[in-house]
């Protein structure tokens, strides 16, 4: 796998299209401290989104996952990083987003595959 970087002003647009990409795709999101072990905080739900709201040094990310509406949400306060790993493939696997305590939550597809092979199946 491949780790690449999304620099913080292309944030916005990465999720944007990210999310437009992989709406419907099951997912688990995992929580990891900087001492271990991920915790996973809910598995095999659908991804409706991932959003951007920057404010400076107390910006957030929203990851929102759910069949039905109100989605379910899980906040990310002050991010710091961004990144995306891709399989050889250039499939995007997993989406990694790091808060200034030093945690990391992970959004990890459960089959990832380029959305070009997907054919309308979601």
Same mark, same amino acid.
């Given at each position: ?5 999304? !620099?913080?002003?292309? *944030? /916005? !647009? ?5 999310? =437009?990409?992989?709406? +419907? *795709?099951?997912i688990? %999101? ?7 072990? =991920? ?5 095999? %739900?659908?991804? =409706? +989104? %991932?959003?951007?709201?920057?404010? +400076? ?8 996952? +759910?069949?039905?509406?109100p989605?379910? &949400? ?16 250039g ?6 987003? &790091?808060?200034?305590?030093? &945690? ?6 459960? /089959?990832?595959? =380029? ?8």
């Open positions: 796998m491949s780790h690449r970087p999304i !620099e913080p002003r292309e *944030w /916005s !647009e990465f999720l944007h299209g990210f999310s =437009r990409r992989h709406d +419907g *795709w099951l688990s %999101v995992a929580v990891q401290r900087q001492a271990g072990e =991920r915790r996973y905080v809910a598995r095999d %739900v659908p991804l =409706r +989104g %991932v959003v951007a709201e920057p404010d +400076g040094d107390t910006g957030s990310m929203l990851i929102f996952t +759910g069949a039905t509406t989605h379910a &949400a899980h906040f990310v306060k002050r991010p710091v990083s961004l990144a995306v790993e891709e399989t050889a493939e499939a995007e696997a997993e989406l990694t987003i &790091a808060d200034r305590s030093g &945690a990391r939550t992970i959004i990890e597809f459960r /089959s990832p595959m =380029r959305p070009e092979l997907v054919d309308g199946v979601a």
